[in-house]
C-alpha cells in the first residue's frame, strides 16, 4: 500500500473484520460482521484491500490477511488495534506508582515531603491522565468515525 494513502472509514472497518477473523472469511461474513447493507458492499471493499495488497482471495472465494498495514496513531497487538498513547500512559502509569509508593513510605517514617516531589507527583499523574483520556478519544474517534462512515455509505445504497 503506499505509505500516502490511509484506511478510512468502511474500507479500515472491513479490513479489521478481516484480521480478527481466524481463516478466510466472505463477502457475506464481512457484510454480518460490519452491518453492511450487502454483501456487493462487502466485497467492493474486500475487493479494494484486495488490490490494495492487504488482503488476498483464495480459491473458494474467500479472503485471508496479506500484509497488516500500519495505521496511524495505533499498534497492532495480535489483532487487536490499540492506540498507541495507551502506552506512554502504561508507562507513566508506572512511574507514577513508584512514585506513590515513595509517599507513602516517606509517610509512614513521618518524613516530609519536599515541594519538587510533590510537583514530580502532580506532573506524573497529569501526564498518566491526559495519555489515557487521549488514548481513550482516538480510539472512540476511529469507532465513531466507522460508524459514521458506515451508516451513512449504507444510507446512500
Not at 36 to 45: D, I, K, T, W
Not at 85 to 96: D, E, I, K, P, R
Not at 123 to 131: G, S
Amino acid at each position: 500500500m503506499p505509505p500516502d494513502e490511509e484506511l478510512e472509514g468502511t474500507t479500515l472497518r472491513v479490513y479489521l473484520a478481516v484480521i480478527k477473523e481466524d481463516g478466510p472469511v466472505g463477502p457475506r461474513d464481512i457484510m454480518r460482521n460490519t452491518s453492511l447493507s450487502s454483501p456487493s458492499v462487502a466485497y467492493r471493499h474486500l475487493q479494494k484491500l484486495e488490490a490494495l495488497g492487504l488482503i488476498e482471495k483464495d480459491r473458494h472465494g474467500e479472503y485471508t490477511v496479506k500484509q497488516r498495514q500500519s495505521i496511524r496513531g495505533h499498534v497492532w497487538i495480535g489483532r487487536r488495534l490499540v492506540p498507541r498513547l495507551a502506552f506512554y500512559s502504561f508507562f507513566f502509569m508506572g512511574v507514577l506508582s513508584i512514585e506513590v509508593v515513595i509517599v507513602a513510605i516517606r509517610l509512614l517514617i513521618n518524613e516530609p515531603l519536599q515541594y519538587d516531589f510533590i510537583l514530580l507527583v502532580s506532573v506524573t499523574a497529569a501526564a498518566t491522565l491526559l495519555f489515557l483520556v487521549e488514548g481513550i478519544f482516538l480510539r472512540s474517534k476511529l469507532k465513531n468515525s466507522q460508524t459514521v462512515r458506515s451508516t451513512n455509505q449504507d444510507s446512500h445504497h
